[in-house]
């Protein structure tokens, strides 16, 4: 089998974005679009000869010959093994797993999470170091940078591997094993969580769940774990098969994306519980009947009730949460006697927390909870989280956060999204609030007085890095938060996020829909960053 040298030309908009690189699929077909970034990737790395690397993806549009690509690629650049999902598929927090149980130097997630699929949508790629974490800005710079001067690639004149058959065969001399996409992961779960207790819930018929993999690649982990391991009845899963372009919805699981779950946990005869995972398996939302479960206060359940999980029994080392995530975790740990650390947005900056031992438990306000057991968030581990919880407890899912805001206060929170905004006019906000921060302290706008505002920047406590730019603060002096970002994953225009908090320790007023909690801030955050004037926009086209 020959090795092809390929002459190539750079594309300027290589540049990695929160999580990876992500564009319409029609730009990754471009002829040497995606063998650029591979090979940039490769190019950037540290010497790949030899080693081992895990290769996989959510499923979606154009995941198949992708595959095909990187692996005659890889093969050519003289990788020695490579582990490869069934069908293709590995989701992001398997691909975590399989990376550490392995020891693989790395491994490549080919995936735009949330962003819809199919021909007309997204398609995207993730590079994960060999820790099973996202790789670190330090790697994804050194990747653009490459991306930008490239001139040639690798690749071996080989056939097609099957993907379906599972085992293990040879591409030139480098070994391509097709493994079981969920053995390794469900493993894992089982290690953590008393799957005795929660089969127990799930079997005596009095409580009912239902969980929404929205034909994204959680469904063959789901089947798995929830009706074949833990006994739910069939039908537990919905949406439970991988589709190309996701059965053409939104696989974002929220209270607008995850539409036909909420009805069914809004509606009439609803289950105890429901949860739905995205594009990639690495978010979570929970549901309890006619109940939603805000992510930070997930995250802040969690850590309050660790120790009654077996996976976490001894206790917690530290929790971090993103910077627009709620204080509420901040909360528990202060009465845990633990750290609690502030981190840009993206999975990418728990990694050397985790490493280091600093913090447990991790999440982020946009569906993300996780741990120390991988390097990913991850979407079912929170589930099952969850009702091992609840199989302690024997609480509904109401009952505990409720008795969590009576012990810790209720963080009311939101976040209202502004997708597709033209990127001059989000530039322009942006500039006009920035410009406001030298004047901004002090400063009263009915009942909250600003403390603080400032652009989020962040010292990474193990290795000194620092990362600036992450996202404008506005802070007042009763501990109520505005946060201005613009996201890092959209690929059509700017999408504006604009996330509200603020405190109330009085449980008489907890009641309150999220909204009507913040209706003043949210008020507030218009007349700051004149959003409706600047966007055109009367109102956020989702609100989580
Ligand atoms: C969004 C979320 C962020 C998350 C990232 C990747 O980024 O806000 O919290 O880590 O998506 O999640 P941004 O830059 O659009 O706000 V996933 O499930 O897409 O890997
Ligand atoms: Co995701």
């Known amino acids: 089998m020959k090795i092809q040298t390929i002459t190539t030309q750079p594309f300027s908009d290589q540049k990695p974005g929160t999580s990876g690189l992500r564009k319409l699929v029609s730009v990754f077909q471009q002829p040497h679009y995606l063998e650029n970034f591979i090979q940039s990737t490769f190019d950037s790395i540290g010497a790949v000869q030899g080693q081992t690397l895990v290769l996989g993806g959510d499923g979606r549009y154009y995941n198949r010959p992708a595959i095909q690509i990187i692996l005659k690629m890889a093969a050519a650049n003289g990788?020695?093994?490579?582990?490869?999902?069934?069908?293709?598929?590995?989701?992001?927090?398997?691909?975590?797993?399989?990376?550490?149980?392995?020891?693989?130097?790395?491994g490549i997630v080919l995936s735009a999470s949330h962003n819809p699929g199919g021909p007309d949508g997204d398609f995207g790629v993730k590079y994960n170091i060999s820790n099973g974490g996202p790789a670190p800005e330090k790697v994804t710079e050194a990747i653009f940078a490459r991306s930008k001067v490239i001139d040639q690639y690798k690749l071996l004149d080989a056939a097609d591997i099957d993907l379906d058959t599972l085992g293990q065969s040879k591409m030139g001399d480098m070994i391509v094993e097709v493994i079981d996409s969920v053995e390794d992961y469900a493993q894992l779960m089982e290690s953590l969580f008393d799957?005795?207790?929660?089969?127990?819930?799930?079997?005596?018929?009095?409580?009912?769940?239902?969980?929404?993999?929205?034909?994204?690649?959680?469904?063959?982990?789901?089947?798995?774990?929830?009706?074949?391991?833990?006994?739910?009845?069939?039908?537990?899963?919905?949406?439970?098969?991988?589709?190309?372009?996701?059965?053409?919805?939104?696989?974002?699981p929220n209270l607008v994306y995850a539409h036909d779950l909420v009805e069914i946990l809004f509606g009439d005869d609803a289950p105890d519980f429901g949860a739905a995972s995205d594009g990639d398996g690495d978010r979570n939302m929970i549901l309890g009947r006619k109940f939603f479960v805000t992510p930070s206060d997930s995250l802040a359940v969690l850590a309050a009730n660790a120790t009654l999980v077996p996976g976490y029994k001894d206790g917690l080392a530290g929790i971090a949460r993103s910077m627009p995530t709620s204080q509420a975790p901040d909360r528990v740990a202060a009465k845990l006697g633990i750290d609690c650390y502030e981190t840009p947005t993206g999975w990418k900056f728990f990694g050397n927390l985790l490493d280091a031992g600093k913090a447990?438990?991790?999440?982020?306000?946009?569906?993300?909870?996780?741990?120390?057991?991988?390097?990913?968030?991850?979407?079912?581990?929170?589930?099952?989280?969850?009702?091992?919880?609840?199989a302690v407890k024997q609480k509904s899912v109401q009952e505990l956060m409720q008795e969590h805001w009576q012990t810790y206060g209720r963080n009311y929170y939101s976040r209202h999204d502004y997708e597709n905004v033209a990127i001059d006019r989000a530039n322009t906000l942006m500039d006009q609030v920035r410009?406001?921060?030298?004047?901004?302290?002090?400063?009263?706008?009915?009942?909250?007085?600003?403390?603080?505002?400032?652009?989020?920047?962040?010292?990474?406590?193990?290795?000194?890095?620092?990362?600036?730019?992450?996202?404008?603060?506005?802070?007042?002096?009763?501990?109520?938060?505005?946060?201005?970002?613009?996201?890092?994953?959209?690929?059509?225009?700017?999408?504006?996020?604009?996330?509200?908090?603020?405190?109330?320790?009085?449980?008489?007023k907890h009641h309150f829909d999220a909204q009507d909690g913040l209706a003043d801030l949210i008020k507030i955050a218009d007349e700051i960053a004149q959003i409706r004037v600047l966007t055109g926009m009367e109102k956020p086209t989702v609100i989580t």
């Open 195 to 252: 799957f005795d207790q929660i089969r127990q819930l799930i079997t005596r018929g009095e409580f009912r769940l239902c969980v929404d993999s929205m034909h994204a690649v959680t469904g063959p982990y789901a089947h798995a774990l929830f009706e074949k391991r833990l006994g739910a009845p069939a039908g537990t899963v919905l949406n439970g098969i991988p589709l190309e372009d996701f059965g053409g919805g939104h696989p974002d």
């Open 435 to 508: 410009a406001q921060f030298p004047t901004m302290k002090g400063k009263q706008f009915g009942a909250y007085e600003v403390e603080y505002a400032d652009d989020f920047s962040y010292t990474d406590p193990v290795d000194g890095s620092v990362s600036k730019n992450q996202g404008f603060r506005i802070g007042f002096t009763d501990g109520s938060r505005i946060v201005y970002r613009l996201s890092g994953t959209g690929t059509q225009g700017a999408t504006l996020r604009v996330y509200l908090e603020r405190y109330e320790s009085d449980p008489t």
């Open 79 to 106: 990788v020695g093994h490579i582990k490869v999902g069934q069908g293709g598929i590995l989701s992001t927090p398997a691909t975590s797993c399989v990376i550490r149980k392995y020891n693989a130097m790395g």
């Open 360 to 390: 447990t438990l991790c999440g982020e306000e946009s569906f993300g909870t996780g741990s120390n057991h991988i390097r990913e968030k991850d979407g079912l581990w929170a589930v099952l989280f969850w009702l091992n919880i609840l």
